[in-house]
């Protein structure tokens, strides 16, 4: 399984949320510089994102996209399957799946030995993402001694 640019940006982006800004409000500008980004590419990543329901927007110049959710109750696992669809290592490792209109479902299915193998290794993969939140890579950001950015937006001098 080799997972998409979308997926691997989409994780870098929630996490760059969560870490920098909690459950507030960030703009697409401030994820794009400090991630390395494409503003654009960010966008069209984050209307898949909105449209799973990992994030909610918010329009005017306080505006900007936020955490549907605590990052503690957003996994991994959200994240590539909104971005990917369900994990499944091989197409013939889901019964019946249909991708492009066409079933998939494998001629050799009642007598394969290998795609039980498959299937479970596809299960414990997804396990895992579904073990690991945005919270926990927050947590290994501080560990490792990472850098938050204070807002901009909500800094006053006086």
């Not at 994030?55 to 957003?74: N, T």
Request: glycine residues 6%.
């Amino acid at each position: 399984m080799k997972l998409t640019t979308k997926t691997r940006y989409g994780v870098r982006a929630l996490f760059d949320m969560a870490y920098h800004a909690g459950t507030l409000s960030v703009q697409v500008k401030d994820i794009s510089r400090r991630q390395e980004i494409s503003p654009r590419y960010l966008e069209q990543i984050f209307q898949v994102l909105k449209k799973a329901g990992l994030l909610h927007s918010k329009r005017g110049p306080q505006g900007g996209y936020s955490l549907a959710r605590p990052p503690a109750e957003i996994t991994l696992l959200d994240i590539i399957t909104a971005t990917e669809g369900r994990i499944a290592l091989l197409d013939c490792s889901e019964e019946g799946v249909e991708k492009n209109g066409k079933a998939t479902a494998c001629e050799r299915m009642n007598h394969c030995v290998t795609q039980s193998l498959w299937a479970e290794a596809g299960q414990h993969l997804e396990a895992y993402f579904a073990s690991v939140t945005l919270k926990d890579i927050c947590d290994k950001a501080r560990a490792l001694g990472m850098e938050r950015e204070l807002d901009h937006r909500f800094m006053y001098f006086i």
